[in-house]
């Protein structure tokens, strides 16, 4: 079986949630505690062992190749100061992997943007990560796909259950049957009502697939607003019984959400600052409950 060596990551997208301050800094480097979501992505997937990321960017995104590079007049200047020790652990990060860019022109959705890394995968097994989802684990969850791919030889994509009351906001898996953590999926209904959703085992922003599915998606005729749609592509590989949602173990934050955002940078920052957020949130609270 061919080792899996290569993530694709889009990050070609506007941030609109996040407005105004995406209009001129990218979401993917938007900081939870001191780290931007797509560094703290980017070590999950080398601790998994990925030696080559490609990043699916757009044109006026070019901060985030910045923020990769090490010959940055702000990386000279930190030099000069004797200061580039507070760089380490990205300088680190970046000895470990491979990181090279190719740019999505016109966005034609999540199944286009894949597409335009095909020459970069080349006949490979891949895995894609959305860098919104940050997943807290023991095992990295990126690790723990292609352990479940080695395991079953099909595409293998994170699912966890999501309450019915929420079910409306995710893609849901609909499983033909299941083996332990291993679920295997008939299809894929995007964003279903609670009373229509065929399980309650959502989409999670971690796929790991076969160089097979560039062939699928080229096929893939545009779908809701005129957009090539990932979920198409997924239908495809379950119809013929290749694709496998596992049930990872971890704890994942939806930082393309802002409320996501502020739960994931409470969580980190709690670990990174302890006591000092702690005593922080006793404090808003108690001034909230006095002012009821």
Same mark, same amino acid.
């Given at each position: 079986?061919?080792?899996?060596?290569?993530?694709?990551?889009?990050?070609?997208?506007?941030?609109t949630?996040?407005?105004?301050?995406?209009?001129?800094?990218?979401?993917?480097l938007?900081?939870?505690?001191t #780290?931007?979501?797509?560094?703290?992505?980017?070590?999950?997937a080398?601790?998994?062992?990925?030696?080559?990321?490609?990043?699916v960017?757009?044109?006026?995104?070019k901060q985030?190749?910045?923020?990769?590079?090490k010959?940055?007049?702000?990386?000279r200047?930190?030099?000069?100061?004797?200061k580039?020790?507070?760089?380490?652990?990205?300088?680190?990060?970046?000895?470990?992997?491979?990181?090279?860019t190719?740019?999505?022109i016109?966005?034609?959705?999540?199944?286009h943007?894949?597409?335009c890394?095909?020459?970069?995968?080349?006949?490979?097994p891949f895995?894609v990560?959305l860098?919104?989802v940050?997943?807290?684990?023991?095992?990295?969850?990126?690790k723990?796909?292609?352990?479940?791919?080695?395991?079953?030889?099909?595409?293998? +994509?994170?699912?966890?259950?999501?309450?019915? +009351?929420?079910?409306?906001?995710y893609?849901?898996?609909?499983?033909a049957k299941s083996?332990?953590?291993?679920?295997?999926?008939?299809?894929?209904?995007?964003?279903? #009502?609670?009373?229509?959703?065929?399980?309650?085992?959502?989409?999670?922003?971690?796929?790991?697939?076969?160089?097979?599915l560039?062939k699928?998606?080229?096929k893939t005729?545009p779908?809701?607003?005129?957009e090539?749609?990932?979920?198409?592509?997924?239908n495809?590989?379950?119809?013929?019984?290749k694709?496998v949602?596992?049930?990872?173990?971890?704890?994942?934050?939806?930082?393309?959400?802002p409320l996501?955002?502020?739960?994931?940078?409470?969580?980190?920052g709690?670990?990174?600052? #302890?006591?000092?957020?702690? +005593?922080?949130i006793?404090?808003?609270?108690?001034?909230?409950l006095?002012?009821?």
């Amino acid at each position: 079986m061919t080792k899996v060596r290569k993530a694709v990551i889009p990050v070609a997208g506007m941030g609109t949630r996040f407005l105004p301050v995406t209009k001129s800094v990218p979401k993917e480097l938007l900081p939870i505690g001191t #780290k931007p979501t797509l560094q703290i992505v980017v070590e999950e997937a080398v601790s998994s062992g990925v030696e080559e990321i490609i990043l699916v960017s757009s044109p006026d995104k070019k901060q985030i190749e910045e923020f990769f590079s090490k010959k940055t007049s702000y990386d000279r200047k930190l030099a000069e100061a004797g200061k580039e020790a507070m760089l380490s652990g990205l300088y680190s990060l970046l000895s470990k992997v491979n990181i090279t860019t190719t740019m999505q022109i016109n966005p034609k959705g999540l199944g286009h943007a894949i597409l335009c890394a095909k020459e970069a995968v080349g006949d490979e097994p891949f895995i894609v990560i959305l860098p919104d989802v940050i997943i807290e684990s023991k095992v990295p969850c990126c690790k723990q796909l292609i352990d479940a791919y080695v395991k079953t030889g099909c595409a293998v +994509n994170a699912t966890e259950h999501t309450p019915r +009351n929420q079910i409306h906001l995710y893609g849901v898996y609909d499983i033909a049957k299941s083996e332990g953590a291993y679920h295997y999926a008939s299809g894929v209904v995007e964003k279903p #009502k609670a009373e229509d959703a065929p399980s309650d085992f959502s989409v999670v922003g971690r796929y790991l697939f076969p160089s097979e599915l560039f062939k699928i998606l080229e096929k893939t005729p545009p779908g809701k607003n005129n957009e090539i749609q990932l979920a198409d592509g997924m239908n495809t590989l379950a119809k013929e019984g290749k694709m496998v949602a596992f049930e990872y173990e971890g704890r994942q934050f939806d930082t393309g959400d802002p409320l996501g955002f502020l739960k994931a940078n409470i969580y980190y920052g709690h670990r990174e600052f #302890k006591n000092g957020v702690s +005593n922080f949130i006793e404090e808003v609270i108690e001034r909230n409950l006095l002012m009821m």
